[in-house]
């Protein structure tokens, strides 16, 4: 999730699990700080953008080392605060904020590396996007109540706030499997044969869903919203460029550690010279989020490939107005 979003679960956790045992200030405080130390990675060059993408949410996400650090991390602030008979609730606290980080993230599609150093398995369950405010209002309205009020009401308004995030994520999984239903119907009723599916929230919001249906040379991209009056999905079809993955791939590493990083859901392309490389879960068609170019045809199959980032060139104000029509209607 976003950084904002990490730093209100971190200070509400850190709050309610302090209670009155120290000032709310501190507890919020330091629970913002912790939210926010598993994201420092990105901090962290791993030699160029893709694999900067692929180690991102690597081992400062693992729950084993978050657990590990979070005994010393409270000493040192029950230490720093004179409030040494309190550094096993500040422990306990801390490892609920740190732990609780890249469990969230894993409710966004992007990648968790939640079991290193035995596995670098990336998981996302992809039922919410990256950034939610009907998630994290909740939370921040409860820390500032729970900031400027007395002491019981303001931890119990904290606690609400707790409460309805995470039921707010429990709607987004139930939704997500419902539209998951709905499009496996669909593709079923139109004969579309794609045995891996992908279903993910669309921007700042779970009731419009994208899903991707991953077929052996080519994938179907479709919309479902929870206010559709039928399951008659539209899809588009594209090509996954998997002979071009099989002709490049040896001599670009870049593109099998793409597709292991996200389940295969990937494309290649060539324009005029250039071979392109995205990644099919983040984003739309023609406007992919994590999108890369390898080089030239030619320096690729010699082994030359300098991998640069594209820049998500597209304008929000119309692609926020063209989500929120579809939201509400579905296309003729």
């Known amino acids: 999730m976003d950084s904002v979003s990490q730093i209100a679960l971190g200070s509400a956790l850190a709050i309610a699990t302090m209670g009155r045992r120290t000032a709310v200030w501190k507890a919020a405080l330091w629970g913002a700080v912790a939210g926010t130390l598993p994201d420092l990675d990105v901090f962290i060059d791993h030699g160029n953008a893709l694999a900067n993408m692929v180690n991102h949410r690597g081992n400062s996400h693992s729950l084993l080392y978050l657990l590990l650090l979070s005994p010393l991390l409270g000493a040192c602030i029950a230490r720093l605060h004179g409030e040494g008979a309190l550094w096993r609730r500040w422990a306990v606290a801390m490892a609920l904020v740190l732990v609780t980080h890249p469990i969230l993230d894993w409710f966004t599609i992007y990648g968790t590396q939640l079991l290193r150093p035995f596995s670098t398995e990336a998981y996302g369950l992809g039922s919410v996007f990256v950034i939610d405010p009907l998630y994290t209002l909740p939370l921040l309205l409860g820390i500032v109540l729970a900031l400027g009020r007395k002491a019981f009401s303001g931890l119990r308004a904290n606690r609400m706030g707790l409460v309805l995030s995470s039921l707010y994520l429990g709607w987004s999984v139930l939704a997500q ?10 593709l079923a009723a139109q004969r579309i044969a794609a ?14 869903w994208r899903v991707v249906a991953l077929g052996d040379t080519h994938y179907w991209e479709g919309y479902y919203s929870v206010f559709d009056q039928d399951g008659d999905m539209a899809w588009t079809r594209h090509d996954r460029g998997t002979a071009l993955q099989a002709l490049y791939a040896p001599q670009a590493p870049a593109v099998r550690l793409l597709a292991d990083f996200a389940h295969d859901f990937v494309k290649l392309e060539q324009q005029g010279d250039d071979l392109y490389l995205s990644d099919l879960r983040m984003g739309s068609e023609g406007r992919y989020s994590f999108r890369f170019l390898l080089g030239s045809a030619a320096d690729v199959a010699a082994g030359r490939v300098n991998i640069e980032q594209q820049a998500l060139d597209f304008p929000l104000r119309q692609a926020l107005g063209e989500l929120w029509q579809r939201i509400w209607h579905k296309p003729d």
């Open 177 to 186: 499997q419902h539209a998951s239903g709905v499009a496996q119907a669909s």
């Open 195 to 208: 045995p891996q599916l992908l279903v993910t929230a669309t921007p700042l919001n779970t009731l419009l």
